[in-house]
């Protein structure tokens, strides 16, 4: 815990209060054992306290379950990252114990349930050792029935004393969240939760309180990536959209399938994913900007279709939430390894848009931006989001939703006359026509997966396939020429510029804050849209020595990673580097240094 301040205990207090700016706490058992649930409650509690939090989770692939932590990083302070040491570690079990002990920061505490816990001798002096025989306790707070879903509320409650957290708020988090069960549920959970508040834990160690946190201007919400990606898909107007089941994706899926018909709306649980990308193309065509999503696998068998709406030019969004491949790969873990097929997986010359949100934030206002420039320029929009976004929770100020919801009612109003593939239009962009529009001149077109003419019908014209091509891709390079140019964190010249894209934006910012205080000249460039680009980038990387992209896949046959190699090929700069890793987990901050400082190295030494 950083910037503790240590005070005495008023008079009668057993316990010492120390202050601190922030606290990073990793809870490790099983994922049967709703340790979830527990950092749930922890991140919305701060949120609703007007703290900052981040969370990191890391979950079992196979059914049965298995090991699982998750990891709340909590500050009164900026927090970019879910924290590279845990200043207290909660273990359920041996392997909880031994598998993450070395997490801990020098001195940090591991509270344990000494029912299944029996620490390590030689561990006793590095690390501050607390046990709480949880299970036992838990059992004598609501019955042995409900033991196993019962002990992360009783160890939420320890918790929530070690921190004087808000207990009010907390009971109310606990109540919403089983509102929907049997009033017996809720009562055995605010019991476990009471008893392990009860307990004395602070005989042991004093109580830590945060410091208070800056008022802010508009009330925060709590949610993660998948949560405020969905949400912002139906603040654009989004009403429909289809999908198949995939994890990460999947629940993107159930919340649109639940909110949705709350607004007229709908979403299809499809027989597979290409079921999935047809039926939301076919609302797409009628002028209902529709979504469908996947993860890299179901991306795959999309590949067709979305050839189709290249070819077409009718506005479709995508959502791929990237996890570990290929194949089955790692479902549960975290890699930004689809770039390439989001930008170039079609048969064919077919552009398409890609965004990459970069944090949960930003997946709420991405999701509005894709719908608004899939409708602009008819095409289909890929939002580029990965595991570490979607399941991490996040705070960040409500948005003004009476200003940013539209209504995307089609408009039926009659036209004169309709050439939906006109190649008169300068940037290749002509306004959709919504079908069954009446069209004064008689003359309606087609939307055909086979190249065309300027009404739709099917044409094998070499000329025609060129102008056509060449259209399409002039609708991307208009828009890229609209992009903001991203701001440079830091000197906008200087020695080294780390680039980065999705969810590296918070680790990244955060080792150049520590490279910079350490003397090092750093910067950092973090890019949302990733095809087509912004221009002027050269402009920024011409102002460093180095640059370094920073990417969570393979450095590829010639060392450079996905965008790494992407930057390569748009501005054949050799000073363009990768920093690569595919262990399926997010950056660390120590990481980014440690590999850029051995990469500098060796570059010194040629």
Not at 218 to 238: T, W
Not at 560 to 570: I, P, S, W
């Amino acid at each position: 815990m950083s910037d503790t301040v240590s005070t005495a205990p008023p008079t009668g207090e057993a316990a010492r209060i120390s202050k601190v700016s922030e606290a990073v706490i990793r809870i490790a058992g099983n994922s049967q054992d709703g340790i979830q649930a527990i950092g749930g409650f922890l991140a919305r509690l701060a949120g609703r306290t007007e703290q900052e939090v981040m969370t990191f989770m890391t979950i079992p692939s196979t059914i049965s379950g298995g090991p699982s932590i998750f990891q709340v990083r909590i500050g009164s302070g900026e927090v970019l990252s879910a924290g590279d040491e845990a200043d207290l570690l909660l273990a359920f079990y041996q392997h909880s114990y031994e598998d993450h002990i070395h997490s801990l920061k020098k001195g940090g505490i591991v509270l344990y349930d000494s029912d299944h816990v029996e620490p390590k001798a030689e561990w006793k002096e590095t690390y501050r050792h607390i046990g709480v025989p949880i299970s036992t306790l838990t059992i004598e707070a609501i019955g042995g029935t409900a033991r196993d879903k019962g002990k992360n509320i009783y160890a939420l409650g320890l918790l929530a004393r070690m921190f004087d957290l808000n207990v009010p708020k907390l009971e109310q988090l606990i109540t919403e969240r089983f509102s929907g069960k049997d009033p017996s549920v809720v009562k055995n959970a605010l019991n476990a939760f009471h008893a392990g508040y009860s307990y004395n834990i602070n005989n042991y160690v004093e109580t830590f309180r945060f410091a208070e946190s800056l008022k802010r201007e508009r009330a925060q919400v709590v949610m993660n990536g998948n949560e405020a990606l969905a949400y912002g898909l139906i603040a654009a107007g989004v009403r429909f959209g289809a999908g198949y089941p995939i994890t990460p994706w999947s629940d993107v899926m159930e919340l649109l399938r639940r909110e949705l018909p709350k607004y007229g709306g709908m979403f299809i649980q499809c027989e597979d994913e290409i079921a999935s990308i047809s039926m939301a193309l076919g609302a797409a065509y009628a002028d209902r900007v529709a979504v469908t999503g996947s993860s890299g696998p179901g991306i795959s068998l999309k590949s067709e279709a979305l050839g189709w709406a290249v070819n077409a030019e009718v506005p479709l969004v995508v959502c791929d939430i990237q996890r570990g491949g290929p194949s089955t790969g790692l479902p549960t873990n975290v890699e930004q390894s689809d770039l390439f097929i989001a930008c170039f997986g079609s048969h064919g010359d077919a552009p398409r848009v890609v965004i990459a949100p970069a944090n949960v934030e930003d997946c709420f206002y991405t999701a509005i931006e894709a719908v608004n420039i899939a409708r602009n320029y008819n095409v289909p929009v890929i939002i580029l989001s990965d595991q570490s976004i979607a399941t991490r929770i996040e705070a960040f100020p409500e948005p003004e939703l009476e200003k940013l919801c539209q209504d995307l009612t089609p408009d039926l109003s009659p036209v004169p006359d309709y050439k939906p593939y006109d190649l008169s239009a300068p940037d290749g962009v002509v306004k959709r026509v919504v079908p069954g529009t009446r069209i004064l001149s008689g003359k309606y077109p087609v939307a055909p997966g086979l190249e065309h003419d300027e009404m739709g019908h099917p044409s094998s014209s070499p000329r025609l396939h060129q102008l056509m091509t060449a259209k399409r891709r002039r609708k991307l390079q208009a828009l890229a020429a609209t992009l903001p140019v991203p701001k440079v964190y830091g000197p906008p010249e200087g020695n080294v510029l780390l680039v980065g894209w999705g969810s590296t934006q918070g680790p990244i910012r955060e080792a150049v804050d520590r490279a910079r205080a350490a003397g090092e000249s750093v910067s950092a460039l973090h890019i949302r849209h990733l095809n087509p680009m912004p221009n002027g980038l050269e402009n920024i990387f011409s102002g460093f020595n180095h640059v370094f992209v920073v990417e969570m896949n393979d450095e590829g046959l010639y060392g450079y990673g996905q965008f790494a190699t992407l930057l390569r090929a748009r501005y054949t700069d050799p000073r363009i580097r990768g920093l690569n890793k595919t262990d399926g987990l997010t950056w660390k901050v120590r990481e980014i240094l440690e590999r850029l400082r051995t990469a500098l190295a060796a570059l010194n030494k040629n």
